[in-house]
């Protein structure tokens, strides 16, 4: 049974070039260090040196100790070590360019390591868009440190003071007799640093030197290419889906047939002929058939006789009759009010009040690679290949779940299909972990498209309810905002009582988690406002697949749909110009300490200049949609079905800012919309890698065109009915816009400054988005969806409805 | 089980399976290959995609059985150590996000552009309709396949490919 593969030669090489810890190791072990154990030991002949280097225990990784995060090898080249991991947003090759500026080293001459956590820092991995903005700067001020250490040295070597030193590409040169030198190979390659680094957190960890101002980066700033994608379009790349080991078996899951089943037996004789059967694994309403090859594997799970009770009560009301379930639920929890100024007297007193009610449904993540990790338990120990964004959560979670010292666990962090929050919570790392325990063998679990798209985790739904009030010169004087979000027991990071499999095994927290309704990210000064969220629960809790979690900006982008659709509401009823209504709303307010204020009037600016945007007010009239369309398509006055329009929405994700344009085409005889143009402006401060961001602030629109097009997860008020592309229907190339700007602004109000921080860009441009194209097909139609997604039938029924 | 013969990227293979295996796994776990990917099993997203005789085959819902002719992944796109077009202007635009779809995508854009060397953008859309992308990377695709179809072109009438520009950029390891 060939189940273990030997990886080409050319792989192998590939393997080591970008996870060079063999080197690392045998370094480490020829200094007398602590031994790090097991390089990669997917690659069969690495687990041999693996076993000589000795096996079983994975320490942290000492954050204070300079050597875990920097190793300089003898040939003058230097791996950096970080406890972050990348989603393809190119994560990875800033961290590179921002640590080579600050160690003084060639680009080209470094390699990183990102998330394995037996040999990179425990940084907790990536979320929140916090990677350049957060964990940017220990990476920077340990390079920065590095450098130093590594001045000192040269200074005794070279018998001169440092502020007579100077250094480029890694070589140190006495300033006034160039012959004079020396590398940072000659002085510390293959060697340990041994310094000590401060700081009371990974966060806060830097040594004595000062990070490099601004003018003084020649990496940061430039569109380097991403190192990691010509391995991904030459088929050399080994993802964590790739990884085969020696003995390794194939897992399926079985899921409950319908949510809140209970196990009531299994017939394993129904699978007992299946070839290469080797067992069925249960506990509580957790069931895995694993086979030795794959194929079998998925045979069995769905060949396996199992009796299921389902629940005595409905689980949730059926996804149409989502939003009154919503409206009408006791909520689990509510925030108290925030009010400013006095609503109810504003409210009073304002020449007209304009209500509006929005809803979003349950959205999920249904990655294009389902769910998926390999686990090795030889030798005593629990090695997790994974594209766990948070891999270090991993460890402490299945270390706390099978209940072993967390020292005995390791995640190796390996590509994947996109996270944007869903390896967050690694249901299949826990999975593959828990059956290789038990089996002794390693496991390798798969999950199939059916149950990710069903199963996992999903961005909660929201109901909102806003109301305005406008004085008689179409001013906002008070705005009242509700939201309740279906987000009761949000899952944690990685919990070992969260997990789903934890869940159906019945293992589970005291109490679930809280959950969340947001509020706004507008800087609009409005005096009068009082701001509502509840939370609200689904009748079953537990063991739900529509568990709630974290999803690109968790609430981010619902709110945002409802918040910036309302105030083009209130620009329409205030018979102005929504790009001039909302430049208004931001002139009044007051500034803060990362200008969010100076630099949200800068990014509508920028966007409304790009799109080149004529000032007017919403919606388009009918007469001038007509001449336009009609005019484009040469055909009659009557008969061109196509209305055009634009929309813009803006909002901020923590330091970031963000203006999106949409301009659609909707089809009144069909109700299709395209969005045929797209714009950005965006401000994330000091940019690593401009080409990168602006690949990464497309598709981050894009992602969010997809929810505001086609995204809805279904449901009877038995199960999931979202199961794969066809049910659950994404963006196609067929939706992509003909043009997408991408303008990157920088609004500080002293752009120019040396401590200009970088702020994150993950999820910024995804935010405004469906608001944008919201407004956009009120513009082109005079019709206010206020519940996305906008398929065709839905916006059909609108245009109808309202006689377009 | 019993014994097939695939030729894949040049070479023959003889595995014993059991026939019906989809494609994609004895490609996978057989052959060591790791371009065609698991994305659905239902012959919907083009993760799995591979060229047989040329045309673009999704081996999730092909029987090994089947799978008659020359089967290309994309570890055999590139030919005598060099780049398909298609997978440099892929680097010269910078595509992938997660890069996980992009198995599909090359390849499907090689069986178009092997069908029709200079396809119109509506052409494009269409023929790449079914292969998704969960990043939402369609749009550098689609601009990829243009810069790819170009550079074919201009390379055939001798004139320099605009591809080679961005290959200063940045160090690819
Ligand atoms: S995996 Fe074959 S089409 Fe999706
Ligand atoms: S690049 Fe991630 S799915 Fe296409």
Redesign the pocket.
């Known amino acids: 049974m060939s189940t273990t593969l030997k990886l080409p030669k050319a792989m192998e090489d590939a393997l080591h070039r970008i996870n060079p810890s063999a080197s690392r190791r045998d370094f480490l072990r020829a200094s007398g260090a602590l031994v790090v154990s097991a390089g990669f030991s997917a690659i069969p002949g690495a687990r041999a040196i693996a076993a000589v280097a000795g096996t079983g225990l994975y320490p942290d990784p000492d954050f204070l100790q300079l050597d875990t995060w920097i190793v300089i090898h003898p040939d003058n080249t230097a791996t950096f070590f970080v406890g972050k991991t990348d989603g393809?947003q190119g994560t990875g090759t800033a961290f590179r360019q921002m640590m080579s500026d600050e160690l003084d080293i060639a680009y080209d001459k470094t390699s990183l390591i990102m998330g394995r956590t037996d040999i990179t820092p425990d940084q907790g991995g990536s979320g929140g868009s916090d990677a350049i903005e957060r964990d940017g700067l220990p990476m920077r001020r340990v390079a920065a440190e590095a450098r130093r250490v590594l001045l000192e040295m040269a200074a005794e070597q070279l018998g001169a003071p440092v502020a007579q030193l100077k250094v480029k590409n890694a070589t140190v040169t006495v300033s006034s007799d160039p012959a004079r030198s020396v590398t940072y190979a000659e002085l510390v390659g293959g060697k340990r640093f041994d310094v000590k680094l401060a700081g009371g957190n990974v966060d806060a960890t830097g040594g004595m030197a000062d990070i490099k101002p601004v003018d003084d980066l020649q990496y940061v700033g430039q569109s380097l290419q991403r190192y990691d994608i010509p391995a991904k379009v030459d088929g050399s790349l080994t993802w964590a889906v790739d990884v085969k080991l020696p003995g390794m078996v194939h897992a399926r899951n079985v899921r409950p047939p319908v949510a809140g089943a209970a196990l009531r037996g299994i017939d394993e004789s129904s699978v007992a002929d299946i070839p290469g059967f080797i067992r069925v694994v249960s506990r509580g309403n957790y069931v895995a058939v694993i086979c030795e090859r794959e194929e079998q594997a998925i045979r069995a799970a769905q060949q396996l006789k199992a009796e299921w009770a389902p629940p005595a009560d409905a689980p949730f009301p059926a996804s149409e009759e989502l939003f009154d379930y919503i409206r009408g639920a006791t909520p689990t929890s509510s925030s108290d009010p925030e009010i400013e100024g006095d609503p109810d007297a504003a409210f009073a007193g304002a020449d007209r009040v304009i209500e509006a009610e929005y809803d979003v449904p349950f959205q999920g993540h249904t990655a294009?690679g389902p769910a998926h990790a390999l686990a090795d338990p030889s030798d005593g120990q629990m090695t997790i290949y994974s594209n766990d964004m948070k891999s270090y959560g991993l460890r402490n979670g299945v270390a706390e779940f099978l209940g072993i010292p967390r020292e005995q666990v390791r995640v190796i962090y390996m590509d994947g299909?996109?996270v944007y929050g869903r390896t967050a919570a690694d249901d299949a790392g826990f999975e593959a972990a828990f059956l290789a325990h038990e089996l002794g063998r390693p496991v390798r679990i798969q999950w199939t498209r059916d149950e990710e798209t069903a199963w996992d985790t999903k961005g909660p739904a929201y109901s909102f309810s806003l109301r305005g009030g406008l004085d008689a010169r179409g001013r906002v004087v008070a705005l009242e905002y509700d939201a309740r979000a279906v987000d009761y027991n949000h899952v944690g990071y990685n919990e070992a009582d969260t997990v789903l499999i934890a869940q159906l095994m019945g293992r589970r927290p005291a109490e679930p988690a809280r959950g969340n309704a947001a509020t706004p990210a507008v800087m609009y000064a409005i005096p009068n406002r009082r701001t509502n969220s509840q939370v609200v629960a689904l009748p079953m809790v537990w063991e739900t697949p529509l568990r709630t979690g974290n999803l690109r900006d968790p609430n981010g982008p619902q709110v945002t749909f409802a918040y910036e659709s309302f105030i083009d509401e209130l620009a329409t009823a205030a018979r102005a110009d929504p790009v001039q209504f909302r430049l208004d709303l931001l002139a009044g307010s007051n500034e803060d300490d990362v200008f969010r204020r100076a630099r949200s009037i800068a990014v509508v600016r920028a966007a409304a200049k790009a799109y080149n945007w004529d000032e007017r007010p919403s919606p388009r009239s009918r007469d001038a949609n007509r001449r336009q369309t009609s005019g484009q398509s040469g055909a009659g006055p009557e008969e061109s079905p196509i209305l055009t329009g634009r929309g813009i929405s803006y909002t901020f994700r923590s330091r970031t800012i963000a203006a999106a344009i949409a301009e659609v085409e909707v089809n009144r005889q069909t109700g299709h919309v395209w969005v045929k143009r797209l714009v950005c402006a965006h401000d994330c401060g000091l940019v690593i890698n401009p080409e990168g961001l602006q690949r990464t602030i497309e598709c981050g629109m894009l992602h969010a065109l997809s929810r505001a097009l086609w995204e809805e997860v279904q449901f009877d008020r038995e199960k999931v009915t979202s199961v794969d592309w066809l049910s659950h229907p994404s963006l196609r190339h067929s939706d992509t816009p003909e043009t997408i700007d991408v303008v990157l602004v920088n609004g500080d109000p002293d752009p120019d400054r040396s401590d200009l921080a970088p702020y994150g860009a993950g999820e910024a441009s995804h935010k405004p988005l469906i608001a944008a194209v919201a407004n956009a097909i009120h513009d082109a139609t005079g019709v206010r969806l206020r519940r996305p997604p906008f398929r065709k039938e839905r916006v059909l029924a609108a245009l109808r409805a309202a006689e377009v | 089980m019993s014994i097939v013969t695939l030729n894949v990227n040049g070479t023959t293979h003889e595995v014993d399976v059991d026939p019906s295996t989809p494609l994609l796994y004895v490609l996978r776990n057989d052959l060591g290959l790791k371009g065609p990917r698991f994305g659905c099993g239902l012959g919907q997203c083009g993760t799995c995609t591979v060229l047989i005789d040329g045309v673009a085959m999704r081996s999730c819902v092909m029987r090994t059985s089947q799978a008659r002719g020359e089967i290309t992944t994309l570890e055999g796109l590139s030919k005598n150590g060099n780049l398909d077009p298609l997978q440099q202007a892929w680097i010269d635009e910078q595509v992938?996000?997660?890069?996980?779809?992009?198995n599909g995508q090359l390849l499907n854009a090689r069986a178009l552009l092997d069908r029709n060397p200079d396809p119109s953008d509506a052409e494009i859309r269409e023929a790449m309709d079914g292969t998704l992308?969960?990043?939402m990377?369609y749009y550098r695709i689609q601009a990829a396949i243009k810069r790819a179809a170009r550079s074919t072109m201009a390379a055939a009438q001798g004139s320099p490919t605009e591809s080679t520009e961005a290959q200063v950029k940045g160090a690819a390891e």
């Open positions: 393809g294009i299909p996109q | 992938p996000q997660c890069g996980f779809c992009h992308c969960r990043c990377t």
